[in-house]
């Protein structure tokens, strides 16, 4: 009974260190079931080290056709449930065939890992790092271990960066120019404009300020594009009148974005949009959106 | 828009908006106890959130953001202290705008705003821009104007105003200015606002609500009248040309109306003269309906007690040309607003002159002026005949007789008679009679026939029907009032000079002869009074002075008055024109013109003959002229023997017989004058006096053949003393005989009384007898007289 108990356990404990885990910034991250955990944040170009350490059971021995570990950049695309497409895939052999019968301690080392997508946990598809060990074994199913870790890549300030600026309408009823800043925006920014009102015939309750997300997985036929909205944001109470004009003034720092991504790996792409939404006193909405490109821009040793 | 709703209903929204205040309140307070910033900005949202109802009139809106404003203060005293929440107030600025919606969030940032201007961490100009700046999100008039109230109030002791802590630097007054200037326009755009939210039908409920309101929009006023360090220089360049501004593009009567009187209210007198210009541009830019005459008129008194309150300040009002500009001002306005009823218009030109005599009480011609302006506006008007407006017109004119005391003052106005003219009939009347009493209260003199012309012309009222007038309507009392005012004013007239004073008893005549039948009883006996007065004046200067030359003699004066007197008695009024004709009588008679006071006499008998045939009246008047005639000691013989002929021919003709008895015995003095010179008749004395007897007797017996009975011996008791007078003034004719018998014949009479009615003894011929017997007893010369009446 032991004995089969034991066999559908793992022969081995698998741990995976890295080797400035101790320093190394850590983020939260949604995990599959939900909770979420810290995992440690890397960006492009660093080097990844650390250390698998294999710790058999007691007792036991494990017996093994080779031990690796690889760093892997997989898409997941939910529709496509389990398949995974690797865009990134690294692999270091630590042991050759033989038998571990005490815990053994293998250091591993990527160097300057070329890691061109941030980690992304998007509502159709998921892009992650994970570090994956794998002790094969002949007969018994090769054992394996995941490390999860993020990645964030900075971007430079653009060089040009316009200020988006709109008159829309609808004729005899409602007239108005939007301004804002800038037409790209890093995740701390904050959005600056304003709305000034030529012509207004209809009552409003309220205006608020959209940010939403628009991502779009697949290509052709089989592109899912899935909206969210982010965040609503109340830019103002009641109806104004001619000649007002309405400050903008909405800091990105609370909400949950990520940087636009184009056409990531020809698989998805995330993009952001501001949308100017107003509703009358009957409930409609007349709203006007406007993309926006939002960047990592390399924050202090502080933050 | 709020729905239409009960007050139970609307009771109900605000007791939710209360509980879910206190409920989010509760759990705020549980956080700020803990230092938990997080929680605490999510339960100060929650419980502002409340503040975003749409529901609430204003009044219950106020009731539910006190509630709220009290929490705020808490919050306050926690943001404060960096130490219990941790964060550096700049962050805490941020943090606060993540808030996602408006209402809570410009809530937060303006407590938070008020920490960190506070804190001095940056400047307090820059954060007051800020924030009135970042509210102008809510555009909802009644919350945006609470929120703006909020600011206002939180910012009201930061503002860098001088002498205040955040003030210096880059931070000066004109920031504070700036900002409330700001905070201010954008209230009053949001008050404005509020009526064009609602149907028409409501709109009366909506300028009442408006109305609670309005003291949000004026507090900022009161703040930029506040100020500290917003100098004439800065008032007259920037705050009051743009809150005039504000003002005149809102384009709203209420808030015009209201914040016209709030400028001239919260800001110093001394401003408003310096930029009286400016702010009277404004008056005329005003919408139609605005009620700027009692936006001028508060001006104006305003300016009028700054100028009464010390005189050193007069000299600015000369030197801003107030009375000018405001002049002008109001002549625009009435001008250009033509729907305005003639009653504002008038109402602007009492202030005006108000003001005027208030400020300038030596400029004369610039009362002239107002009044002037009041005739070019009444002229262009039909008759006027709105109550209010007459009201207001004699209040203008009423104002410079009370301010001059001296009418004379006032006849100098040319352009007073002018607006009298267009009173109708009754004001006309009320307002000549106005001045009359000024007068009389005054005791003012007039004493120049041009003025005289002046007065009159402007009493005309009283002096002659107007056309149109309706005798009827009239009330009795009213009109001998009038008319008595009219009599005492003449006696008002008065100058040292004869030759003047015979020119205002001319012009008075001119006038006064205009004014019919009833009223010439009333005002011809003071002209002719007045003009006695003038005579004996003459007199006693020396009644010398004759001759073509001089135009102020007796004789002129006495033909003026026979011509005046005629038409009197033509009115007819003849018993009035017998006794001024006898006044005249004597006062010729003691000018010595004979040949005039024979005339007077001729008229009153010739009246007596035509005129009076009222027995009655009869008797009066032979009295009177018997009386008169007696006096009169000028005429010769022979029109002497004439006049008291007649005198004793009309006696005997009365018609009742002690009437006859009377009148004849008193004609016995026509003949003794107990004078020096006198005439001493004593032989014609004694013949009327028998012949007052005889018709005593006659009285008496007719007396006894009608009734039975010969009543009293009166008329035997006042010819005895008749008898006992002329025998006391030495009449050798009445002998000590003549008393005895008489006073027998009494006795007698008395006795033969007694038979059928009861002993009285007639207390004056008592009392008649008593004096004799003293007589007799006191000795002397008299006394021996007297000695020889046996009684």
Same mark, same amino acid.
């Given at each position: 009974m032991n004995y089969l108990l034991g066999a559908f356990k793992p022969a081995c404990n698998i741990s995976i260190t890295f080797s400035d885990g101790k320093n190394r910034k850590q983020v939260p991250m949604k995990k599959e079931n939900g909770q979420t955990a810290l995992v440690p944040l890397f960006q492009s170009q660093e080097t990844i080290s650390g250390k698998v350490c294999i710790d058999p059971y007691q007792g036991k021995k494990v017996e093994h056709n080779g031990v690796k570990v690889e760093l892997l950049g997989q898409i997941e695309m939910y529709f496509d449930r389990g398949?995974?497409?690797?865009?990134?895939?690294?692999?270091?052999?630590?042991?050759?065939?033989?038998?571990?019968? #005490?815990?053994?301690?293998?250091?591993?080392?990527?160097?300057? +890992?070329?890691?061109?997508?941030?980690? !992304?946990?998007?509502?159709? +598809?998921?892009?992650?790092?994970?570090?994956?060990?794998?002790?094969?074994?002949?007969?018994?199913?090769?054992?394996?271990?995941?490390?999860?870790?993020?990645?964030? *890549?900075?971007?430079?300030?653009?060089?040009?960066?316009?200020?988006?600026?709109?008159?829309?309408?609808? #004729?005899?009823?409602l007239h108005i120019e939007f301004e804002y800043n800038k037409s790209k925006y890093h995740l701390k920014d904050v959005i600056l404009g304003k709305i000034y009102f030529l012509l207004v015939r209809i009552k409003m309750k309220n205006m608020d300020l959209e940010i939403r997300r628009r991502e779009s997985t697949g290509a052709g036929a089989n592109t899912h594009v899935e909206t969210e909205t982010?965040?609503?944001?109340?830019?103002?109470?009641?109806?104004?009148?001619?000649?007002?004009?309405?400050?903008?003034?909405?800091?990105?720092?609370? !909400?949950?974005?990520?940087?636009?991504?184009? *056409?990531?790996?020809?698989?998805?792409?995330?993009?952001? !949009?501001?949308?100017?939404?107003?509703?009358d006193e009957e409930d409609r909405r007349y709203f006007k959106q406007q993309e926006i490109t939002l960047y990592r821009l390399k924050e202090d040793a502080s933050s | 828009m709020r729905p239409l709703a009960g007050v139970e209903d609307e009771e109900k929204w605000l007791a939710e908006g209360i509980a879910g205040i206190q409920h989010n309140a509760f759990f705020m307070h549980r956080a700020l106890d803990a230092n938990n910033l997080r929680e605490v900005l999510k339960y100060s949202a929650l419980m502002l959130s409340e503040l975003r109802t749409s529901k609430l009139s204003p009044q219950k809106y106020y009731d539910l953001y006190m509630r709220a404003f009290d929490q705020l203060r808490q919050l306050e005293i926690f943001f404060k202290d960096e130490s219990r929440h941790g964060l550096p107030v700049v962050d805490l600025y941020e943090l606060v705008q993540h808030a996602g919606n408006i209402l809570p969030r410009m809530y937060l940032l303006c407590t938070v705003g008020s920490v960190y201007i506070k804190s001095k961490q940056a400047p307090s100009k820059d954060v007051l821009k800020d924030l009135v700046e970042m509210c102008r999100g809510v555009q909802h008039p009644i919350r945006g104007l609470f929120l703006r109230s909020y600011l206002a109030q939180v910012s009201r002791d930061k503002l860098p105003e001088i002498g205040s802590d955040y003030e210096g630097d880059a931070n000066t007054v004109m920031d504070a200015v700036e900002f409330v200037l700001q905070n201010f326009t954008e209230m009053n755009k949001l008050w404005v606002r509020i009526q064009h939210q609602g149907p028409g039908t409501v709109r009366e409920k909506q300028e009442k609500e408006r109305n609670e309101l309005r003291d949000l929009v004026g507090k900022n006023l009161h703040v930029l009248g506040q100020i500290e360090g917003v100098d004439l220089e800065m008032y007259k360049e920037t705050v009051l040309p743009r809150v005039l501004e504000q003002v005149v593009n809102c384009k709203d009567e209420l808030a015009q109306y209201y914040l016209m009187e709030c400028i001239i209210q919260v800001f110093p007198d001394e401003y408003h003269l310096q930029t009286l210009?400016?702010?009277?541009?404004?008056?005329?830019?005003?919408?139609?309906?605005?009620?700027?005459?009692?936006?001028?008129?508060?001006?104006?008194?305003?300016?009028? *007690?700054?100028?009464?309150?010390?005189?050193?300040?007069?000299?600015?009002?000369?030197?801003?040309?107030?009375?000018?500009?405001?002049?002008?001002a109001i002549g625009k306005v009435i001008d250009t607003q033509l729907e305005m009823p003639i009653v504002g218009a008038m109402t602007l030109f009492v202030s005006l002159l108000t003001f005027t005599l208030r400020v300038h009480p030596d400029r004369l011609d610039y009362v002239d002026q107002v009044l002037g302006a009041c005739v070019v506006k009444l002229s262009s008007l039909p008759?006027?005949?709105?109550?209010?407006?007459?009201?207001?017109?004699?209040?203008?004119?009423?104002?410079?007789?009370?301010?001059?005391?001296?009418?004379?003052?006032?006849?100098?106005?040319?352009?007073?008679?002018? +607006?009298?003219?267009?009173?109708?009939?009754?004001?006309?009347?009320?307002?000549?009679?106005?001045?009359?009493?000024?007068?009389?209260?005054?005791?003012?003199?007039?004493?120049?026939?041009?003025?005289?012309?002046?007065?009159?012309?402007?009493?005309?009222?009283?002096?002659?029907?107007?056309?149109?007038?309706?005798?009827?309507?009239?009330?009795?009392?009213?009109?001998?009032?009038?008319? *008595?005012?009219?009599?005492?004013?003449?006696?008002?007239?008065?100058?040292?000079?004869?030759?003047?004073?015979?020119?205002?008893?001319?012009?008075?005549?001119?006038?006064?002869?205009?004014?019919?039948?009833?009223?010439?009883?009333?005002?011809?006996?003071?002209?002719?009074?007045?003009?006695?007065?003038?005579v004996r004046q003459l007199e006693s200067q020396g009644g010398d002075i004759t001759g073509e030359d001089v135009p102020a003699t007796p004789r002129?004066?006495?033909?003026?008055?026979?011509?005046?007197?005629?038409?009197?008695?033509?009115?007819?009024?003849?018993?009035?024109?017998?006794?001024?004709?006898?006044?005249?009588?004597?006062?010729?008679?003691?000018?010595?013109?004979?040949?005039?006071?024979?005339?007077?006499?001729?008229?009153?008998?010739?009246?007596?003959?035509?005129?009076?045939?009222?027995?009655?009246?009869?008797?009066?008047?032979?009295?009177?002229?018997?009386?008169?005639?007696?006096?009169?000691?000028?005429?010769?013989? #022979?029109?002497?023997?004439?006049?008291?002929?007649?005198?004793?021919?009309?006696?005997?003709?009365?018609?009742?017989?002690?009437?006859?008895?009377?009148?004849?015995?008193?004609?016995?003095?026509?003949?003794?004058?107990?004078?020096?010179?006198?005439?001493?008749?004593?032989e014609r004395a004694l013949l009327c006096l028998r012949r007052a007897l005889r018709i005593a007797n006659a009285a008496q017996q007719m007396a006894n053949a009608t009734r039975g009975s010969s009543g009293p011996v009166t008329l035997f008791v006042e010819i005895l003393n008749k008898y006992i007078y002329f025998f006391e003034k030495g009449n050798p004719h009445i002998t000590p005989s003549d008393i005895q018998s008489l006073v027998e014949l009494i006795n007698n009479e008395m006795q033969s009384d007694n038979g059928n009615t009861t002993i009285h003894s007639d207390p004056f011929f008592t009392s008649t007898l008593r004096y004799i017997r003293f007589q007799k007893q006191k000795g002397g010369l008299m006394g021996d007289k007297y000695d020889l009446i046996k009684l």
């Open positions: 398949n995974f497409y690797d865009f990134t895939s690294l692999v270091r052999e630590l042991d050759v065939p033989g038998d571990i019968y #005490e815990r053994k301690t293998y250091p591993f080392e990527f160097s300057t +890992v070329e890691m061109p997508y941030e980690t !992304y946990n998007g509502v159709n +598809v998921r892009l992650r790092y994970v570090l994956k060990v794998t002790v094969t074994r002949g007969y018994a199913g090769s054992i394996l271990e995941y490390q999860e870790f993020v990645v964030r *890549n900075f971007a430079p300030p653009p060089a040009i960066n316009n200020s988006i600026k709109m008159e829309v309408g609808i #004729e005899d009823c982010l965040a609503k944001f109340e830019l103002m109470d009641g109806t104004p009148v001619r000649g007002e004009s309405i400050p903008v003034r909405l800091f990105l720092a609370p !909400y949950d974005l990520t940087p636009t991504h184009r *056409n990531i790996n020809n698989k998805f792409s995330v993009k952001y !949009y501001l949308n100017l939404v107003l509703v | 210009e400016t702010l009277l541009a404004a008056c005329t830019q005003l919408m139609p309906t605005v009620d700027t005459k009692i936006v001028l008129t508060q001006l104006m008194d305003r300016l009028s *007690n700054y100028a009464a309150s010390s005189p050193d300040v007069l000299h600015e009002f000369l030197q801003v040309e107030a009375f000018a500009k405001l002049s002008n008759k006027l005949e709105d109550a209010r407006a007459m009201k207001q017109v004699v209040a203008l004119l009423s104002a410079p007789l009370e301010k001059y005391s001296d009418i004379v003052t006032a006849l100098t106005l040319s352009n007073y008679p002018r +607006v009298m003219d267009h009173l109708d009939d009754g004001t006309n009347k009320v307002m000549a009679m106005l001045i009359i009493q000024s007068i009389m209260k005054n005791d003012s003199c007039i004493s120049t026939a041009d003025k005289v012309e002046v007065l009159f012309e402007l009493i005309k009222g009283l002096i002659k029907d107007l056309d149109g007038t309706d005798m009827e309507e009239l009330d009795e009392e009213d009109f001998q009032e009038e008319q *008595n005012s009219v009599a005492r004013l003449i006696h008002m007239l008065d100058n040292e000079e004869p030759e003047e004073m015979l020119k205002i008893i001319c012009v008075v005549r001119k006038h006064l002869m205009t004014g019919g039948p009833r009223r010439l009883p009333f005002t011809v006996p003071p002209l002719i009074f007045s003009a006695l007065r003038l002129k004066i006495f033909q003026i008055l026979n011509q005046t007197i005629e038409v009197l008695s033509s009115v007819p009024c003849p018993e009035l024109a017998l006794r001024l004709y006898l006044q005249c009588a004597e006062a010729a008679s003691d000018c010595d013109l004979e040949p005039v006071a024979y005339e007077f006499f001729t008229q009153a008998f010739i009246l007596y003959e035509e005129e009076i045939a009222d027995s009655k009246a009869q008797v009066t008047a032979i009295h009177l002229i018997v009386g008169t005639l007696q006096r009169i000691n000028v005429f010769g013989v #022979e029109n002497r023997d004439t006049l008291t002929h007649k005198a004793t021919g009309y006696s005997a003709r009365l018609l009742k017989k002690p009437d006859q008895c009377r009148a004849v015995y008193a004609c016995s003095h026509l003949f003794w004058v107990d004078d020096l010179d006198g005439i001493k008749d004593g």
